[in-house]
């Protein structure tokens, strides 16, 4: 079931990569250029650069959760150990927002595992 929810999650974020915020998200209406560094003529971002963005995703995140930046899981560092594949690096290795939390959907900020605070934190984490 778990690695069936990873196909499936893969596959949405692969084709949100290059498409507009899903209706309902808070960045819905938003220019794509405001995070993502290249464009395409429609304003759209291929799904090959959208990796690349205008600053630090801690930086364009902060925008609207300055708190959730300051109180929330640390983020923009290399991690010191291998993650489970739901849990998706930066182009460059670093743990980002995006790493943890859905950005593109109508449920933005979403935490990209179901279930308890202690599930989600298990892949990552041993107690």
Do not use: N
């Amino acid at each position: 079931m778990k690695f069936a929810y990873s196909l499936l999650l893969l596959g949405l974020l692969s084709a949100l990569a290059g498409a507009d915020p899903l209706p309902g998200s808070p960045l819905e209406g938003a220019p794509c250029s405001h995070c993502h560094l290249i464009t395409d003529l429609a304003g759209g971002v291929p799904a090959a650069d959208a990796s690349l963005l205008v600053d630090s995703q801690e930086l364009l995140c902060a925008e609207c959760h300055q708190s959730a930046i300051d109180t929330g899981h640390p983020s923009g560092f290399v991690p010191q150990r291998e993650l489970p594949a739901d849990f998706p690096l930066d182009f460059s290795g670093y743990m980002t927002c995006s790493s943890c939390h859905l950005i593109h959907l109508p449920a933005h900020g979403a935490i990209r595992t179901v279930g308890t605070e202690a599930a989600r934190c298990t892949p990552c984490h041993a107690y």
